[in-house]
T-cell receptor
Framework: QQQVKQSPQSLIVQKGGISIINCAYE??????FPWYQQFPGKGPALLIA?????SEKKEGRFTISFNKSAKQFSLHIMDSQPGDSATYFC???????????FGQGTRLTINP | GAVVSQHPSWVICKSGTSVKIECRSL??????MFWYRQFPKQSLMLMAT?????????EQGVEKDKFLINHASLTLSTLTVTSAHPEDSSFYIC?????????????FGSGTRLTVV
């Protein structure tokens, strides 16, 4: 119940295309859903986050879509660029808890 | 703001020696810090949660005597890998939680690549 399942494991997208990464969770008590971007040899950096009271959040080329009834959320990267090539992790946090539960990660490659 | 400095960024040590990794929150106070381990092409695995002034809480399966954590101040937590062995080689990442913000206040360090030879 504490798991967050992320797919796909790897993704190749052409430059200018849309990259879509999906996550699903079981625990309805989760109340915070961040996405992290990690480059090789670096720590994760917060990309964008959403709370379950909204269905979509957009920041520049990055959008989170949230489906509370389906217990799913996804990251959309519009106009994908080679610089977006990285590993992306979704995560979730319980109300009042300190820990983040991470998805398995998606290695995204944007071909020029 | 919200910068977490992790040092060293990489270290090579001989088998049987100990290695200390520092995690500092540079511009905020962090009551709680987290230590993760990440194997190649895998997700982050939480090792332990450290709270300033108290003993760390270790996740199941993590040897507390091998991975010593000290959180002596609101801006510094250290992880010491004692009697390191090649299987301890990994990427270690800390995260600091800005006091009062819960999960909304997480900032990760840049990681430490440990290689035990």
């Amino acid at each position: 119940q504490q798991q967050v399942k992320q797919s796909p494991q790897s993704l190749i997208v052409q430059k200018g295309g849309i990259s879509i990464i999906n996550c699903a969770y079981e625990n309805t008590a989760f109340d915070y859903f961040p996405w992290y971007q990690q480059f090789p040899g670096k720590g994760p950096a917060l990309l964008i986050a959403i709370r379950p009271d909204v269905s979509e959040k957009k920041e520049g080329r990055f959008t989170i879509s949230f489906n509370k009834s389906a217990k799913q959320f996804s990251l959309h990267i519009m106009d994908s660029q080679p610089g977006d090539s990285a590993t992306y992790f979704c995560a979730a946090s319980l109300q009042g808890a300190q820990k983040l539960v991470f998805g398995q990660g998606t290695r995204l490659t944007i071909n020029p | 703001g919200a910068v977490v400095s992790q040092h060293p960024s990489w270290v090579i040590c001989k088998s049987g020696t100990s290695v200390k990794i520092e995690c500092r929150s540079l511009d905020f106070q962090a009551t709680t810090m987290f230590w993760y381990r990440q194997f190649p092409k895998q997700s982050l695995m939480l090792m332990a949660t450290s709270n300033e002034g108290s003993k760390a809480t270790y996740e199941q399966g993590v040897e507390k005597d091998k991975f010593l954590i000290n959180h002596a101040s609101l801006t510094l937590s250290t992880l010491t890998v004692t009697s390191a062995h090649p299987e301890d080689s990994s990427f270690y990442i800390c995260s600091a939680q800005r006091t009062g913000l819960g999960a909304y206040g997480y900032t990760f360090g840049s990681g430490t690549r440990l290689t035990v030879v």
